[in-house]
């Protein structure tokens, strides 16, 4: 028995280096620095005696709590805010565990700790298993890449910080010969590639199932719902004929990005200049630039590129309020305040580019 808790000791500083490199103490501390009468002065934290059970590897014993004391795995944590999951996600816990403390607290799967680790950040420094990963997605099909860490990092830009020069290395042999097609199938076909899209279709569809199904040709689609700059750069070189996919609502990427609060001009620029037409092609009745404007982006924040892209934007009505784009940006609102957030110089803009239009009221 002492031998398994002094392997159990070595395990636990050795996960705890791979999720904190150098500061190894962050996580041990949470477990050894207070005495177990001291934890159980506080209700609410995890004590030795919850934890025992993790350290051991006493999976039954942990099935048991769950199952008969569901409200302690939902409400305890330790003193560096862990919550239950993140500890047996630590010791890599075998699926059926994961699955009941979700079961009995979907919740802690978007339960952050004081340093705004969640679940799924440990589950991706630790490489835990897809089917881990898969019962958190159903739990929180949008957390690995809504749920941000201290360093700003979600469980997405995570795994492609991990796998970069993995795909840099595949995509050697194409660096010259400019051959997309077989550049695509090299990377969508590899493991790695397929563990990022597992998190990026669950967070675009909000859904594992259909992230189980999607369609690979769709893969920019999903990227670009999702706050992930480095990813949507490194997919756009080899993906350019993604570009110009339609999706099941036959949606074009640049309607999604269009829509996106985070999209940089940079993005709708790199999209336009993959697949020009897009700009005068209309999603549900309105052409790219009337979404732009209706989900609040500005002059500077493409607005004015995609007027240049399609000029003809500026004197269409859109199709719902019958009003032309200047007009549009002059009724933009908070979603939460409800109170304008109108840009003027967006609205001088579009008035500047075509006077007309007010001549024709």
């Given at each position: 028995?002492?031998?398994?808790?002094?392997?159990?000791?070595?395990?636990?500083?050795?996960?705890?280096?791979?999720?904190?490199?150098?500061k190894m103490d962050v996580l041990h501390s949470s477990l050894m620095s207070c005495s177990y009468e001291e934890?159980?002065?506080?209700?609410?934290?995890?004590?030795?005696?919850?934890?025992?059970?993790?350290?051991?590897?006493?999976?039954?014993?942990?099935?048991?709590?769950?199952?008969?004391?569901?409200?302690?795995?939902?409400?305890?944590?330790?003193?560096?805010?862990?919550?239950?999951?993140?500890?047996?996600?630590?010791?890599?816990a075998p699926a059926h565990v994961i699955e009941a403390l979700l079961y009995a607290a979907p919740d802690l799967?978007?339960?952050?700790?004081?340093?705004?680790?969640?679940?799924?950040?440990?589950?991706?420094?630790?490489?835990?298993?897809?089917?881990?990963?898969?019962?958190?997605?159903?739990?929180?099909?949008?957390?690995?890449?809504?749920?941000?860490?201290?360093?700003?990092?979600?469980?997405?830009?995570?795994?492609?910080?991990?796998?970069?020069?993995?795909?840099?290395?595949?995509?050697?042999?194409?660096?010259?010969?400019?051959?997309?097609?077989?550049?695509?199938?090299?990377?969508?076909?590899?493991?790695?590639?397929?563990?990022?899209?597992?998190?990026?279709?669950?967070?675009h569809y909000k859904s594992v199932d259909m992230a189980l199904t999607a369609r690979p040709e769709l893969d920019?689609?999903?990227?670009?719902?999702?706050?992930?700059?480095?990813?949507?750069?490194?997919?756009?070189?080899?993906?350019?004929?993604?570009?110009?996919?339609?999706?099941?609502?036959?949606?074009?990427?640049?309607?999604?990005?269009?829509?996106?609060?985070?999209?940089?001009?940079?993005?709708?620029?790199?999209?336009?200049?993959?697949?020009?037409?897009?700009?005068?092609?209309?999603?549900?009745?309105?052409?790219?630039?009337?979404?732009?404007?209706?989900?609040?982006?500005?002059?500077?924040?493409?607005?004015?590129?995609?007027?240049?892209?399609?000029?003809?934007?500026?004197?269409?009505?859109?199709?719902?309020?019958?009003?032309?784009?200047?007009?549009?940006?002059?009724?933009?609102?908070?979603?939460?305040?409800?109170?304008?957030?109108?840009?003027?110089?967006?609205?001088?803009?579009?008035?500047?580019?075509?006077?007309?239009?007010?001549?024709?009221?």
């Open positions: 028995m002492m031998d398994l808790l002094v392997n159990d000791a070595c395990l636990w500083e050795e996960a705890a280096c791979a999720v904190h490199g150098n934890r159980n002065q506080t209700s609410r934290l995890l004590t030795r005696e919850h934890l025992e059970p993790i350290l051991c590897r006493n999976w039954k014993a942990v099935l048991v709590w769950a199952t008969f004391l569901p409200q302690e795995v939902a409400t305890l944590l330790d003193s560096k805010g862990n919550s239950s999951l993140h500890h047996v996600c630590l010791y890599k799967a978007t339960w952050p700790n004081h340093e705004k680790e969640f679940p799924i950040h440990w589950c991706v420094r630790l490489d835990s298993p897809d089917e881990a990963l898969r019962l958190i997605l159903k739990a929180s099909p949008t957390c690995g890449g809504t749920c941000f860490n201290e360093s700003n990092q979600t469980a997405i830009s995570l795994l492609f910080d991990r796998y970069r020069n993995t795909f840099s290395q595949l995509l050697l042999p194409f660096e010259y010969s400019c051959n997309e097609k077989e550049a695509s199938t090299i990377i969508q076909t590899s493991e790695k590639w397929r563990r990022i899209m597992l998190l990026t279709r669950a967070c920019l689609h999903c990227i670009l719902g999702v706050d992930c700059k480095v990813l949507f750069n490194f997919a756009i070189q080899w993906g350019s004929k993604m570009a110009q996919e339609r999706d099941e609502e036959g949606r074009l990427p640049l309607h999604i990005a269009v829509t996106m609060p985070y999209t940089s001009t940079e993005t709708l620029r790199e999209l336009l200049r993959r697949f020009p037409k897009a700009a005068k092609i209309v999603d549900a009745g309105r052409l790219p630039l009337v979404a732009a404007i209706l989900s609040g982006k500005t002059w500077e924040n493409g607005v004015q590129l995609l007027l240049e892209a399609e000029p003809r934007a500026l004197s269409t009505r859109e199709r719902l309020s019958g009003l032309y784009p200047f007009a549009l940006a002059a009724t933009i609102t908070s979603s939460e305040t409800h109170k304008s957030i109108a840009d003027v110089d967006t609205i001088f803009q579009l008035l500047k580019a075509g006077p007309e239009c007010i001549r024709s009221l």
